[in-house]
């Protein structure tokens, strides 16, 4: 790391970064390519962009090069972590509307997928489970932030509260 150039564009260390920044892709290494594939394709939709032989697969929606990848280079057959060690909490795949995250929920149904929890947190409402290799995942999609719970001075007042899967089971697209 002795090429990293001491100054920078003039930034500060602790001014934010640039808003437009996004988080692109998380890549897992999972134990059981075909499964992953099953869990990320079959039962999510997302769609396979390429394939790297029987280690690695790239899936994305809408076109994108991979929103997920999914490896077996260090974890062919491999065991989840221990509770108590330090990794991925769980990756958030961001719904458009609240109709595609109870189509989400429609698939998880019929695929027989359990549910963790499911929670309305003001700005946003999720889904959590796990996928086969026991990575934890969430669907949510976020409320207009106009409709974001405020504190007086404007601050976010986010929460958890139970979210009501009839009610969103009976959004339509």
Same mark, same amino acid.
């Given at each position: !790391?002795?090429?990293?150039?001491?100054e920078?564009?003039?930034?500060?260390?602790?001014?934010p970064?640039? /808003?437009g %920044? @996004?988080?692109?892709?998380?890549h897992?290494?999972? +134990?059981? #390519?075909? @499964? =992953?594939?099953?869990f990320?394709?079959d039962?999510?939709?997302?769609q396979?962009t390429?394939r790297?032989?029987?280690q690695?697969?790239?899936?994305?929606?809408?076109?994108?090069?991979?929103?997920?990848?999914?490896?077996t *280079?260090?974890?062919q057959g $491999?065991h989840?972590?221990?509770? $108590? %060690? %330090?990794g991925?909490?769980? #990756?958030?795949?961001?719904?458009p509307?609240? =109709?595609?995250? +109870?189509? =989400?929920?429609?698939?998880?149904?019929?695929?027989?997928?359990?549910?963790?929890?499911?929670?309305?947190?003001?700005?946003?409402e999720?889904l959590?489970?796990?996928?086969p290799?026991?990575?934890?995942?969430? #669907?949510? *999609?976020?409320?207009p932030?106009? =409709? *974001?719970?405020?504190?007086?001075?404007? $601050? &976010?007042a !986010?929460?958890?509260? /139970? &979210?009501?899967?009839?009610?969103? #089971?009976?959004?339509?697209r």
């Open positions: !790391m002795d090429n990293i150039p001491q920078t564009s003039g930034r500060s260390l602790e001014s970064i640039h /808003p %920044t @996004r988080i692109g892709h998380v897992l290494k999972v +134990a059981d #390519l075909d @499964r =992953a594939i099953h990320y394709q039962v999510l939709g997302f396979v390429q790297y032989g029987r690695a697969a790239f899936l994305a929606a809408g076109g994108y090069h991979h929103h997920i990848g999914l490896n *280079w260090e974890s $491999g989840p972590p221990a509770p $108590g %060690t %330090t991925l909490f769980h #990756l958030a795949i961001l719904y509307t609240r =109709a595609e995250l +109870a189509d =989400a929920l429609q698939r998880l149904i019929r695929a027989g997928i359990p549910l963790d929890g499911a929670s309305d947190h003001g700005v946003s999720a959590y489970l796990r996928d290799d026991e990575n934890g995942v969430e #669907l949510y *999609w976020d409320k932030q106009e =409709a *974001w719970p405020r504190t007086p001075d404007g $601050g &976010l !986010m929460y958890t509260k /139970p &979210l009501d899967l009839k009610n969103l #089971l009976a959004e339509q």
